[in-house]
């Protein structure tokens, strides 16, 4: 069973750094799709970032330069490094899974598996 467990949200200033975390169980990551999502109230989910297979990213265009999508093979686990945070960052984060994500690794429709999410709270 595909489990994903997101930590490392909290609240920061506008300018600030966070890594967010997502531990998988019930998998191998390196043989899945992964992929960073966010939604703030009132608004659509958003793709953030992702990461395929072969390792490669790719990133919405409001988080270029400012965010960075890793993970640890060993670990089984999936990481967003945040800088220069901004107040329009402000959503919950989720992380998703999908051994092949259909449709685009930064599509949400494509993933089937996905966290309870993480709260991130950018202040100015």
């Known amino acids: 069973q595909v489990q994903l467990v997101e930590s490392g949200g909290s609240s920061v200033q506008a300018g600030g750094s966070l890594r967010l975390s997502c531990a998988a169980s019930?998998?191998?990551?390196?043989?899945?799709?992964m992929g960073w999502f966010r939604q703030a109230p009132g608004k659509e989910r958003e793709g953030v970032a992702a990461?395929?297979?072969?390792?490669?990213?790719k990133y919405a265009d409001s988080v270029k330069g400012r965010f960075t999508i890793s993970k640890d093979n060993a670990k089984n686990t999936l990481y967003l490094q945040m800088n220069s945070l901004k107040p329009e960052d402000t959503a919950m984060y989720y992380c998703?899974?999908?051994?092949?994500?259909?449709?685009?690794?930064?599509?949400?429709?494509?993933?089937?598996?996905w966290g309870q999410g993480t709260q991130v709270t950018v202040s100015s």
């Open positions: 998703a899974a999908d051994l092949w994500a259909y449709g685009g690794i930064l599509v949400g429709e494509a993933y089937n598996y």
């Open positions: 019930g998998y191998t990551l390196s043989s899945y799709c």
């Open positions: 990461i395929d297979t072969d390792g490669a990213t």
